[in-house]
């Protein structure tokens, strides 16, 4: 018998019926209708949005099975929501939206032994004085393996991230280490790994969080007196995600901290998850022993998306936010945004807003105007290698003359004009860019900046090198 979109949703109804209560049964799903079946796809009406957002809320996971005993693992849903039309016209519009199939991450009560200690443990997360055995996971539920496409660019984080997820702690992929370029994607596998580990195993006690957040925790309990605590609570977590772990640089104290808890998960069994912008042999200012377990596990580099998968990631966007766009306009955005895919998104986020705000139709020119504003409007990621190799290349160096000892007047005012624009355009710290900067100390990069700013208001020439350093590294 050929299946309809009624006898479908008929079917769902029965299964969802046994498995609710009679009044949520009346009040959430009797309102429904089937409007449609397209291949795997099940397109049902809702009231209001309100109504949309409650479904996605309390009852996601109850429409997921259902419609996967009807249409199959590949089976999705699509909302189709009336919505009263606000310019004057009587008749009522529809707007369409998909269903994430996520719901948020619940939070997760975790056993700790107070062994009749006062003050009891302390958790960094809860303000002094309330009490609260619940830790929220942190995690983002949108960033899924779902809407993670792999490409070539991909493959062996997003594999690796996988097999983390199926098996936390038992696999020999620990720590991961996940690193790349800004707007990668690394932030999203993070979270997706632990997205999937909660789906799995509920009991596990998975912790998001940002290597800056951990430092300022760190550095909170030391000034109450509750290092202890502090250690011990990190201690309890069975998967712990630790972002931007390069933030850890120059930070002896915390990455001492950070060495001990690392120790005790990775010796219990736990799973550890890190991401940074560079390869451990890469790192600045990390203590050895801690880069040494950083390369225990598995190091995955995340490339520039290739563009197979920037139409993929296109697609995706336009189908989350119910837009349908021309193809010729997916295949414009994807040739000229290349970079990454942050970026990417943000193109193709800006021209569905001018489409839907001004009213204006989508076309290949709207499309350059869009592209072309958002290309020059992204400020590029400067690292300091590049701020060494640009200062070398305007004085006719090359970067070891740069980073040399010698005292020649010239190298050393290339030395420290390097210092003085890595201090401006990146966020490192004055240790860090000493050590890249041919491995000199914080105070002498302190030293470089007040001379740069001295030399700058007494010497026009030296004004014009600044200057023109300055235009080459803002391009």
């Known amino acids: 018998m050929t299946k309809t979109a009624q006898s479908v949703w008929e079917n769902c109804l029965v299964f969802i019926k046994d498995n609710i209560q009679d009044q949520a049964y009346k009040t959430w799903f009797e309102p429904i209708r089937a409007v449609e079946l397209t291949d795997n796809a099940l397109y049902i009406q809702v009231p209001s949005k309100f109504f949309y957002e409650w479904l996605e809320e309390h009852y996601v996971k109850l429409l997921k099975v259902a419609l996967t005993k009807e249409l199959g693992n590949s089976a999705k849903l699509l909302y189709k929501i009336k919505m009263e039309n606000t310019y004057g016209n009587k008749q009522p519009f529809t707007e369409q939206l998909p269903s994430a199939h996520r719901a948020p991450v619940k939070p997760q009560e975790v056993d700790v032994p107070l062994q009749n200690k006062n003050p009891e443990l302390k958790n960094p997360f809860v ?8 830790i929220e996971s942190q995690l ?20 690796a991230g996988m097999a983390v997820a199926n098996k936390p702690g038992g696999t020999s992929f620990n720590p991961l ?20 580990i909660k789906d799995k195993y509920p009991e596990k006690t998975v912790l998001y969080i940002s290597a800056e957040i ?40 915390t990455q001492d901290v950070f060495f001990h808890i690392f120790n005790h998960l990775h010796q219990n069994g736990k799973q550890v998850i890190l991401t940074s912008d560079k390869a451990p042999v890469d790192m600045q200012d990390i203590e050895q022993r801690l880069l040494s377990r950083f390369k225990w596990g598995l190091s995955a580099e995340l490339h520039q998306p290739d563009y197979e998968t920037r139409i993929s990631i296109l697609n995706n966007i336009l189908y989350r936010d119910g837009v349908v766009m021309p193809d010729e306009i997916v295949e414009y955005v994807a040739k000229n945004i290349k970079s990454n895919v942050r970026e990417l998104e943000g193109a193709i986020i800006s ?37 060494q190799k640009v200062v070398s290349d305007y004085f006719q160096l090359d970067v070891d003359t740069l ?9 050393v ?29 914080h105070a002498t990069v302190l030293h470089a900046c007040k001379t740069v700013d001295n030399l700058v208001t007494t010497d026009k020439q030296f004004r014009k090198f600044v200057d023109d350093i300055n235009k080459k590294l803002s391009i």
């Open 127 to 134: 303000i002094p004085g309330i009490r609260n055995l619940k």
């Open 140 to 159: 983002n539920a949108n960033y899924s393996f779902d809407n993670f496409f792999e490409g070539d660019s991909n493959r062996l984080a997003r594999s």
């Open 177 to 196: 280490l996940i690193f790349g370029g800004v707007g990668l994607g690394k932030t999203h596998l993070a979270h997706a790994i632990g997205v999937e």
């Open 214 to 253: 951990f430092t300022q925790q760190y550095i909170d309990s030391v000034k109450r007196n509750t290092r202890n605590d502090f250690i011990h609570f990190y201690q309890l977590i069975d998967v712990l995600i630790i972002d931007d772990v390069q933030f850890l640089s120059g930070k002896t104290g």
């Open 351 to 387: 021209l569905i807003a001018q489409s839907s705000f001004n009213h204006r139709e989508v076309t290949i020119e709207l499309a350059k105007q869009v592209v072309e504003k958002f290309v020059k409007n992204v400020k590029r990621e400067i690292s300091i290698d590049y701020i």
């Open 403 to 411: 980073q040399s000892k010698t005292r020649k007047r010239h190298v």
């Open 413 to 441: 005012q290339a030395r420290q004009l390097a210092m003085f624009f890595a201090k401006k355009f990146t966020k490192a710290s004055l240790a860090n860019i000493g050590s890249q900067i041919g491995d000199r100390d």
